[in-house]
């Protein structure tokens, strides 16, 4: 986990968000997150992480910093932003209730934080790469594939062995929890 800081004060982590995901996100009217019932009046000052010598407000966000030598997604360089485009929810497991953001092209399962969606609460999830959730921006198709670990994964009870295409409202089961898959983008709406 690396955890940068915005403009605002905000801290986030750089490895799973292009910018800060309480300041919104700039050019696509996407406002800065709020507690329900506070429109238009940022969020109060957390004492343990935010400094007192920052002024508060929601600025443009700048674009986390990468290694310069990393590889970055053909979206997130078309548009200088990692956009959601689907998520996974947690109907059965330990972390019942939690959704998950699956961003374009490959996104990788396990228990570590460094993943791309972490389960954290199942001890029967690989660390890394248990599976592999894509996206592919040019056919806005959506893919399960198995990763290195141990356990088995099913789709809809069926047993993953190959990439398997993943429709709407699938259900996936690795370890002690089932998901269930939302998509964001298809016929309907792509970002690029």
């Excluded at 059965?92 to 209730?97: R, V």
């Excluded at 999830?125 to 894509?134: C, P, Q």
Aim: with cysteine; hydrophobic share 35%; proline share 8%.
């Amino acid at each position: 986990m690396v955890m940068k800081r915005c403009d605002n004060g905000h801290y986030f982590d750089s490895t799973k968000h292009s910018s800060c995901p309480s300041c919104g996100v700039a050019n696509l009217n996407i406002l800065p997150t709020m507690a329900a019932g506070r429109t238009g009046v940022p969020p109060p000052a957390r004492p343990d992480i935010d400094s007192p010598t920052v002024a508060r407000g929601h600025a443009k966000p700048v674009l986390a910093e990468r290694d310069p030598g990393a590889t970055v997604g053909v979206v997130r360089k078309k548009m200088g932003i990692d956009p959601v485009v689907g998520w996974l929810v947690c109907i059965e497991g330990p972390e019942k209730g939690r959704d998950y953001r699956i961003r374009s092209e490959r996104n990788f399962i396990g228990r570590d934080p460094r993943m791309d969606i972490c389960i954290g609460g199942d001890d029967a999830i690989s660390r890394e790469n248990h599976a592999v959730i894509s996206f592919n921006p040019k056919k806005n198709s959506y893919l399960l594939t198995p990763g290195d670990g141990r356990g088995i994964i099913y789709l809809n009870d069926d047993e993953v062995a190959t990439p398997t295409e993943l429709k709407a409202y699938d259900t996936i089961e690795m370890g002690q929890t089932k998901l269930l898959f939302v998509p964001f983008c298809g016929e309907r709406f792509k970002w690029v």
